[in-house]
């Protein structure tokens, strides 16, 4: 995408939550390693396929000019790096346990000038710290057991050490072939090398005076006008960006937690949907928060609040249905939705059925319709229906399977969806995944197809490999805009479902994934894992790709 604007970024700003920071032996380059947060909350999960988890960065010290950049999928944490002396390649270690027997993890070895990484060990081993000697021709590293049945002592206590000569990032080690060594040989001061989060935020801010910021995950993107953009994530609940001057304001507050969702109520102010997990007694427990943000004060004051978390839809006329998405089925009472007037009152207390974060995401707005989706039986998550709700009689429709016919033996896993309207008529464009107990996921296992609302025909049907992050329809140049969890950015023509372009999205070199998505006018903007907005211009029937 040709991206006219990227909003967001400073020093340090491709990072997630920066937790390690490793030097070179005479200290002209440095590592900095980050975790992603995880890309779930009660309403939805987005961590499948998710391309990067953890980051890598290598800059030189002195200008903190940005040399590479290594990206991580899987759930291991980073927990240590070491330069190679005279060389460049940098060794990192990962791991965890996997909570019920194993320790896992990998031990790798990435040339960054040439940008190739390999792991060097042939079995997953949770590696907990590694070290070159002086010449770079051992490379000494402690791990832990293979998994809780240590032969002696407390598995959770137990580091191994072993060297490795002359690693090299063209072939691997057979664990078991690891030259078992005396700890004090290696010279690793710590057996697990953690370091101190705190710390390491500490050294950035330092390094540079102040230009550097945690940015959040962007939730979701809306445009204000021509020329100004909201979103929810970024550095705190709520920001306003101007594309010419850059954030305009911001508004935060620890005590609503984290916003997820933007909606553009009926007198076209926005509403932004707060929710929060803490511990009252002993007991985890949500508090959701429903805030109406005044765009000329910049201020936020809450128009409701819950003890349970919900997801939004709004339809034409301004009516909100609020699902609970607290995950249970409470014998007797069911689900706890509701739906809010144009006037932020509760009008109707409803049951719609379980919902469950994996399988029932779906927020349609400015729809005609207010639409959800319903197992069968109502209590299941199995079997899912589109059903649409009308507030007149309060009555339930159910519409059509989710499954279409090509998936009608499959479990399917919604992944959301967007309101469609053009000359085929009105439609819903709605993404799912295939479930599946093997592991990885096959190359068609995400579905994104068209629906007619009249009778449930699919008028097209696309397979992609990861889940679909974001859907959003164009009406300007009729087009419906995907961002994938692989990172990649796609652009389908509405009426005939051909698949105009299919990229991996890059902000200066370095690979994303965009999580929300909002068009205007032939332009869109998409928010991103690292916190940053960007924008693009769409122009006919396609997209200018570069």
């Not at 002195?62 to 790096?81: F, H, Q």
């Not at 809450?302 to 995950?327: F, Q």
């Not at 008529?425 to 599946?436: F, M, N, T």
């Not at 652009?491 to 909002?518: H, N, P, Q, Y």
Request: proline content about 3%; aromatic content about 8%.
């Amino acid at each position: 995408m040709n991206w006219t604007h990227i909003l967001g970024q400073g020093l340090f700003g491709e990072h997630g939550r920066p937790d390690g920071l490793y030097w070179n032996e005479d200290r002209s380059l440095m590592a900095v390693t980050s975790t992603f947060d995880s890309m779930q909350w009660s309403a939805r999960d987005l961590n499948g396929g998710l391309k990067v988890r953890r980051r890598v960065s290598i800059y030189r010290t002195e200008s903190l000019s940005r040399l590479a950049v290594l990206d991580l999928r899987g759930p291991w944490p980073i927990n240590d790096a070491a330069f190679r002396p005279g060389r460049n390649e940098l060794a990192i270690g990962r791991g965890s346990y996997d909570g019920g027997y194993l320790f896992e993890g990998e031990l790798l070895l990435w040339d960054y000038e040439n940008d190739v990484s390999r792991s060097l060990l042939d079995v997953s081993r949770e590696v907990t710290a590694c070290r070159f000697d002086e010449n770079g021709e051992r490379l000494y590293m402690m791990l832990r057991p293979f998994s809780e049945e240590a032969e002696e002592g407390d598995p959770f206590e137990t580091y191994e050490a072993y060297e490795m000569e002359n690693p090299s990032a063209e072939g691997r080690v057979v664990a078991g072939e690891l030259k078992p060594v005396p700890a004090e040989k290696t010279g690793i001061a710590e057996p697990y090398a953690e370091q101190d989060a705190n710390a390491v935020l500490g050294l950035l801010q330092e390094m540079s005076r102040g230009d550097f910021e945690i940015r959040r995950r962007v939730w979701d993107i809306a445009w204000l006008g021509e020329r100004e953009i909201a979103c929810v994530g970024g550095s705190r609940q709520l920001e306003r960006w101007d594309l010419d001057t850059g954030r305009t304001g911001s508004w935060g507050s620890d005590s609503a937690g984290e916003a997820y969702e933007l909606i553009r109520a009926a007198d076209g102010t926005l509403l932004v949907n707060c929710s929060k997990r803490e511990l009252d007694g002993g007991m985890l427990k949500h508090r959701s928060t429903l805030l109406r943000w005044d765009a000329d004060s910049g201020s936020c004051s809450a128009v409701l609040e819950t003890d349970v978390p919900y997801s939004l839809s709004r339809n034409a006329a301004g009516v909100l249905l609020a699902r609970d998405c607290s995950g249970s089925r409470r014998k007797g009472t069911g689900t706890r939705d509701f739906l809010l007037n144009g006037g932020f009152e509760r009008e109707e207390d409803l049951n719609l059925g379980h919902y469950d974060l994996f399988n029932h995401y779906l927020r349609i707005d400015g729809a005609p319709g207010l639409y959800f989706l319903q197992g069968t039986p109502a209590s299941s998550h199995e079997h899912k229906w589109v059903c649409a709700f009308e507030p007149s009689n309060s009555q339930v429709r159910r519409l059509f399977p989710l499954n279409t016919d090509s998936t009608e033996r499959e479990h399917l896993m919604s992944d959301g969806g967007c309101f469609c309207t053009d000359e085929l008529g009105e439609s819903l464009v709605l993404a799912a995944g295939i479930h599946s107990y093997r592991p990885g996921r096959a190359a068609d296992s995400e579905v994104l197809a068209r629906r007619a609302l009249e009778d449930g025909k699919t008028l097209w049907e696309l397979r992609f490999g990861s889940p679909v992050t974001a859907v959003t329809f164009e009406p300007e140049t009729r087009t419906v805009w995907f961002a994938l969890a692989e990172g990649k950015l796609g652009c389908v023509d509405s009426a005939s479902g051909r698949l105009l372009a299919l990229e991996d999205v890059s902000v200066e070199g370095i690979s994303t994934v965009i999580m929300s998505l909002a068009p205007r006018g032939g332009r869109i903007a998409a928010g991103t894992i690292e916190g940053w907005i960007l924008v693009g211009e769409a122009s006919g029937a396609s997209a200018k790709f570069e």
